[in-house]
């Protein structure tokens, strides 16, 4: 009898948009493994400045060093990843590695995108709660951001107004939509 492969999930979306914590919930329901971008930029940037090149350099290298145990995590078990992405070219070589993993494990690729209107994210971003995470809590840059940027949105993916969702709520809607045909 063989074992259903469970789906590698990809949530993207702005910062503060609830992506760690939709996506710990997800991980849960499925019984998955969540791993949220922040293993590897706390990482890199424990040892280096953001931006330059020895901090992307290690944090792929520690995201290769993950993936590979995640390569190896029963078929049945659901990945959860986390990122906040740019539409720009810089994001294709950031999201590849996750489309590698879903082919390696021979388990499909589903993508959500969490949006939500401008004063919401802001109220998100500087949540105290936010705070000792390694996570953006800057409104300017964020206004920035949202000003000069779009989010990257590959092929398929499908995006979710989480303006007035909970989290409990947008991690429910991703679950409606992995069970639909």
Known sequence: MSVPVAPVIHIGGWPGAGKRTVGRIVARRLGGRLIDNHLMLDAAHAIHDRGTRAFGTLRGEVRDVIFQHARQLPLEVAL???DALADEPAALPLFQPTVDLAAARGAPLRVFVLDLD????R???TDPARGGYGKLMDPDILASL???EKLFCPDGAITLDVTDLSPEAAAEAILSR???P
């Open 80 to 82: 959860v990843l986390t």
């Open 118 to 121: 401008p004063q919401e994210n």
């Open 123 to 125: 109220r998100r971003l």
């Open 146 to 148: 949202r000003a000069h």
């Open 178 to 180: 992995l069970e639909a």
